[in-house]
C-alpha cells in the first residue's frame, strides 16, 4: 500500500472525499462504482468494482476461442484494464490500463473499425499499434462495462464484415451473462 500524505475526515453522513488528483489519477468517475473490503488490523480498501472481472476464467476462455476461429488477436478489457488476452505475448496487454483513445471509443457505446489512417491502441505503451482493428463495447443493463477487440497480427491483415459479427455477438454474449 502507498500513502498519498493526504488525509480526510468523515462527515456527520458518513462521507469521505476521495480529493481529486487521486479521483484523476485512478480514473475514478462520479457514478463509479467502489467495493468496499476490510481487514483484521482495521484497514479499508477501496477498489474499482468491474462486473467483467467476475467473468476473468470465462473471459480467457472466450479470447482462445475468439483467437482459434479468427487467427486474430482477440482482447477483453473492462473499464479500465485488460482483463483477457489471446493470440499475442500476455505480459505485452494483460491487466494493463487501456488507453485514453480506447476508454473515449468504449464510452461511445459505438462498434467501432479503424480505418486505414487511424490505429486504435489498446494500452498507452502498447506494441500492438496496427490499423486493423474492431472495438466493441459491451453492455450489460444498459451499462458500458467493457470492450471485446479483434487486431490483426500484421498490417496486411484486413478485419472484414464476418470478423466485425464475431466481435458484435461476443460483446453481447458477455453483455447477457452479467444481466441480472
Known amino acids: 500500500m502507498k ?8 462527515d456527520d453522513l458518513g462521507r469521505i472525499v476521495i480529493p481529486k488528483e487521486i479521483r484523476k489519477t485512478l480514473r475514478i468517475k462520479e457514478g463509479t462504482p467502489l467495493e468496499i473490503f476490510t ?13 467483467i472481472g467476475e467473468l476473468a476464467n470465462f473471459s480467457e476462455q472466450y479470447v482462445n476461442s475468439l ?18 488476452v489471446s493470440g499475442v505475448s500476455k505480459k505485452d496487454l494483460l491487466e494493463k490500463p487501456i488507453s485514453k483513445e480506447l476508454e473515449k ?19 498507452d505503451d502498447n ?9 466493441v463495447p459491451i453492455i450489460s443493463d444498459s451499462e458500458v462495462i467493457g470492450s471485446v477487440i479483434l487486431s490483426s497480427k ?3 491483415e484486413k478485419i472484414g464484415e464476418t470478423e466485425f459479427e464475431i466481435a ?3 460483446a453481447d454474449f458477455l453483455g447477457s451473462q452479467l444481466e441480472i
Not at 3 to 10: E, L, N, P, Y
Not at 105 to 123: A, G, H, M, Y
Open 105 to 123: 471509443i468504449i464510452d461511445n457505446r459505438l462498434p467501432t473499425k479503424s480505418s486505414e489512417d487511424s490505429i486504435i491502441s489498446i494500452v
Open 154 to 156: 500484421y498490417n496486411t
Open 168 to 170: 458484435k455477438v461476443a
Open 39 to 51: 481487514e483484521k488490523e482495521g484497514n479499508i480498501i477501496l477498489k474499482k468494482y468491474s462486473p
Open 127 to 135: 506494441i500492438i499499434n496496427h490499423n486493423n482493428k474492431v472495438v
Open 3 to 10: 500513502a498519498t500524505g493526504v488525509v480526510r475526515r468523515i
Open 67 to 84: 483467437f482459434a476461429v479468427t487467427s486474430l488477436i482477440a482482447v477483453i478489457t473492462d473499464k479500465d484494464y485488460v482483463i483477457a
